[in-house]
């Protein structure tokens, strides 16, 4: 199958390790991708903060970008549900029913990772190989937005050599939620402290999450603390194999107080 | 228009059409909910007692004794005008509300009322001020409350007991005594309302 | 009564009730973040009705069918409300109640305190209501020299401790048992001083206290939860018995009501009573239910009044993709369910309505200006859309009202110039390879200047990657 890959924002800029699992992925299964070069940002970030006129070209940029692929794939709940549930909006907002309904074909044949992989794909083991103990975090947008159910957690149970362990109050925020992160740092940070004890009560020394967004923000935490927990995007657990090694390992952390 | 001088009511009323701006077609309501159920009487008397209400099977003719099972010997209780005579126990002062004043009515060791509906699924019977139910304050005051359904009055859910009623009437749905869960959310029984709720179900 | 007529949608007034906080959000939010007690409070308070929530409603096989209707019926109320209004209105009078319109807090405060002067009693008994919260009655009672009891029990405890609701439902949830000990020890008069901290002694307390005022007090003012327009009747929902005893008790009732809490028929209540139990206290139902229709030759209040409320509904009407916020049945699920609330409570919201509906909805109903934070007071985790029983989109809305708010220029620039640069793929590069040159341009081990310094207070920054993706795609 050709499948287009939208990389989002943040994968590419900051953590392309996920995106490049990915691909990795796809094309170990079979699967030719793509990577439309035209592509930026979903406008996710403006919608949210209050700035729906300005996503307006990055919408459209989104729209013909990807239109020309019949799927397309993201390495994120989040911008997944952006493009599935906030494109159309803006568009019929901004006055242009035309983009509109192009937004919601594209949206038709947008999908998250685990949804490709479990619904378009059919495979629930793709020859992973992980050996450590894992816990994973369901991100609301997945969750709430696309309800992708368990299907991250059938992938992983797949993967030989991982531990799953339950993540307790799995279903809550981490406190992210974009701009809330700096706008309300106070509260985010109260949030992401729970969210860090259950991390560590489970005893993993990996929590994986399918939003690169939302792992940047744990990791973020675990690192500051010295927890010696690490994020890891659910595409570089599922890019794993024996032959081929685990993820790649960002040569340090940094310390910005 | 400004400077005219109306009532509150014109002002509200124009504000309110000025913002639905003609829209006023009625929007179908998809009912797909449950309207028909099974008329469990194990499972009333189970989702009664969940709420603590204590709840008694008998035959009509052993309500006078259950009554007097449950008050001590010469208790007081008020009653309805027409509340059927054969249930109320000898042992017991029954003082018919014939406009009895609230203390009165406050200082009775109980009441004694029937009921209107009692709906299975949320454990609820239903007062609508007929003669054998009587004024609302009746079943208010008084710190126990004994209730008598009948297995005709029951019906399985919230749709049928509403179909049931009488909107006019002055309706008291009660599940379970007075409680709050104001304190740390913990439902806690016996507040402002009777603090003892049987119900006398019969066959 | 007459006033200048304007006749269009307008917002809640200034300088009256309590729809409005005096800090925004995050500055309310850091000191209730900051009070151990509080959280603990919070977080026990919440994770029990959530439990008990989430077992009845699992217990209802046709609970989406019941939202579903619900949100229906709102919908259709809210298209078509003046003429339900109307309907309700002619009912109620031909029932023997008198219906009174208020266009904003001062004249629905004007018009009960009138009618509580007319019936010569300087004192009114109260069932908690948010309404009348919201247009702040109890102060403008008390500046006419009236005193007004609250009933409930959360209510009584917030009035006892000179203390401020924070919860939609239990507008004590902030206080636990031994804090609500203390509050009765040193304000209910003539309280036993061997009270305990048992919840039963406690609400025995508080039983014991109100008795004699029920029954000597002549007028109540109670809120509404439902009014249905076909037949007049009006429904209160409660637990304790204290509203039984404000509807049945005193001579005269006063029910002030927001206009959208009609709904148009008898049969929409099967819906709703089963909806807000569950929803609400996580009951199969409340304890006691009233339903009324105008006056009862007899039995109960001989007068009966209702105030139908706008103070800035029209306006949130008038918005038709905000107008959903008026379906809120005020089940305070949303809350109880929130990431945010669990942790900062009720205070930090600045208005009667807490939680991710307050911060959609009182926003709403003075104008976005006036409560500019409360939009971003939600991480947009999209818990409280799936908890609504009538649906109400809440981070929808939340988004929407960000997009009304006023932008501090600062970021609105940024936003703008970030919104350039993504469309434009090469500048966009460019912008990418400026980031990773932070890598060797000494930021490293120092934080980010504000705003942006709020994430690193509590995180670290990973380093940027050496690669983009797309570079790496590219030399592929
Ligand atoms: S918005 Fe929905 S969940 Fe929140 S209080 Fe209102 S009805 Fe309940």
Request: charged share 20%.
């Amino acid at each position: 199958m050709r499948i287009a890959l939208f990389v989002t924002c943040l994968a590419d800029t900051m953590f392309p390790e996920a995106a490049k699992a990915t691909v990795r992925l796809l094309e170990r299964l079979g699967h030719e991708v793509v990577f439309p070069e035209g592509q930026t940002c979903c406008g996710q970030m403006h919608v949210n903060t209050g700035y729906q006129a300005q996503a307006m070209p990055l919408v459209r940029r989104h729209v013909r970008t990807f239109d020309p692929y019949d799927v397309i794939v993201a390495p994120s709940g989040s911008c997944v549900g952006s493009v599935r549930h906030q494109h159309a909006l803006v568009a019929r907002r901004g006055g242009d029913e035309r983009l509109a309904s192009r937004a919601e074909s594209v949206a038709g044949r947008t999908y998250e990772l685990s949804e490709l992989l479990v619904d378009v794909l059919g495979v629930t083991d793709v020859g992973a190989y992980f050996p450590h103990r894992v816990t994973y975090h369901p991100t609301c947008h997945s969750l709430r937005m696309l309800r992708v159910g368990d299907r991250p957690l059938r992938l992983l149970r797949e993967v030989r050599g991982l531990d799953l362990v339950q993540l307790p109050a799995a279903e809550q925020c981490c406190g992210f939620g974009g701009t809330f992160a700096v706008k309300n740092a106070d509260t985010s940070t109260a949030m992401l402290a729970d969210k860090m004890r259950h991390v560590l009560a489970t005893g993993a020394d990996v929590c994986a999450a399918g939003d690169v967004s939302c792992l940047m923000h744990i990791g973020g935490g675990l690192s500051r603390l010295r927890t010696g927990v690490r994020t890891v995007h659910l595409a570089e657990i599922l890019a794993a194999t024996e032959a081929g090694g685990g993820p790649e390992r960002r040569d340090e952390l940094v310390v910005r107080t | 228009m400004v400077g005219e001088a109306v009532s509150g009511r014109e002002e509200v009323l124009s504000r309110l059409r000025a913002a639905v701006a003609g829209g006023s077609a009625p929007v179908p309501v998809p009912r797909a909910y449950r309207r028909e159920g099974p008329i469990d009487l194990d499972l009333l008397v189970q989702r009664l007692t969940d709420y603590r209400a204590r709840v008694h099977r008998v035959p009509e003719a052993d309500v006078a004794d259950t009554i007097a099972g449950i008050l001590p010997t010469s208790a007081t209780v008020v009653v309805p005008p027409q509340l059927p005579p054969a249930w109320l126990p000898a042992t017991v002062t029954a003082r018919t509300d014939d406009g009895l004043d609230n203390a009165r009515i406050a200082a009775a060791d109980g009441v004694v009322t029937a009921a209107a509906v009692a709906v299975v699924e949320t454990g609820t019977v239903v007062l609508d001020g007929s003669p054998d139910q009587g004024r609302r304050v009746l079943s208010l005051l008084p710190d126990l409350h004994i209730c008598v359904v009948r297995a005709a009055q029951v019906v399985a859910g919230v749709p049928q007991a509403l179909a049931r009623l009488a909107p006019h009437r002055p309706l008291t749905w009660i599940s379970g005594p007075s409680a709050t869960s104001d304190i740390e959310l913990n439902r806690v029984e016996g507040v402002h309302g009777p603090r003892t709720l049987h119900v006398i179900l019969l066959p | 009564m007459t006033r200048t007529f304007l006749g269009m949608p307008a917002t809640a007034p200034q300088g009256v009730g309590q729809l409005r906080g005096e800090q925004s959000f995050p500055a309310a939010a850091r000191q209730a973040l900051a009070d151990a007690q509080l959280r603990r409070n919070l977080g026990h308070a919440t994770a029990t009705i959530r439990a008990k929530s989430g077992a009845v409603i699992a217990e209802a096989p046709d609970w989406e069918e019941l939202r579903a209707a619900g949100a229906a019926i709102k919908t259709d109320v809210l298209a078509r409300l003046p003429e339900l209004l109307e309907q309700l209105e002619a009912r109620v009078t031909a029932a023997g109640g008198v219906v009174h319109w208020a266009a904003d807090a001062n004249e629905a405060n004007r018009i009960v305190t009138d009618l509580v002067r007319a019936t010569g009693s300087d004192r009114v008994i109260k069932v908690k209501s948010m309404a009348t919260q919201e247009i702040g009655l109890n102060e403008a009672l008390d500046a006419a020299g009236i005193i007004a009891v609250e009933t409930d029990l959360a209510e009584l405890i917030v009035q006892l401790g000179d203390d401020r609701p924070s919860h939609i439902l239990v507008p004590a949830i902030h206080r636990n048992r031994a804090e609500i000990r203390e509050i009765f020890l040193r304000a209910m008069p003539d309280v036993d001083p061997a009270l305990t901290d048992e919840p039963a002694a406690l609400a025995a307390a508080a039983r014991r206290f109100l008795r004699q005022t029920f029954l000597t007090t002549p007028v109540a003012v109670s809120g509404a939860n439902f009014a249905v327009a076909e037949t007049g009747t009006l429904a209160v929902v409660e637990s304790e018995g204290n509203g039984r005893m404000c509807l049945t008790l005193p001579e005269t009732l006063i029910t002030v009501m927001g206009v959208e809490k009609v709904v148009p028929t008898w049969r929409d209540l099967e819906v709703f009573l089963q909806l807000l139990p569950r929803a609400s206290t996580g009951e199969r139902m409340n304890p006691y239910t009233s339903m009324w229709t105008g006056v009862t030759p007899g039995d109960g209040p001989q007068a009966f009044h209702l105030v139908l409320l706008d103070n800035g509904r029209s306006a949130v009407l008038a918005d038709e993709v905000g107008r959903q916020a008026l379906h809120c049945i005020r089940c305070s699920a949303c809350l109880n369910v929130c990431p945010v609330y669990e942790r900062v409570g009720g205070h930090a919201y600045g208005s009667v309505y807490p939680g991710p509906i307050g911060a959609v909805l009182s926003p709403q109903l003075t104008g976005v200006a006036d409560n500019a934070s409360l939009p971003y007071a939600s991480s947009l985790c999209g818990a409280c859309y799936d908890a609504c029983p009538v649906k109400i989109n809440i981070p929808e809305l939340l988004v929407h009202l960000r997009d009304q708010a006023p932008h501090p220029r600062a970021e609105s620039a940024a936003m703008a110039a970030a919104a350039y640069t993504m469309d434009h793929p090469a500048l966009y590069a460019a912008a990418q390879r400026a980031t990773r040159l932070s890598r060797w341009a000494g930021r490293r081990g120092r934080g980010l200047p504000p705003p942006l310094s709020g994430w690193t207070a509590g995180r670290d920054l990973p380093e940027p990657p050496a690669e983009t993706f797309r570079e790496w795609w590219a030399k592929r």
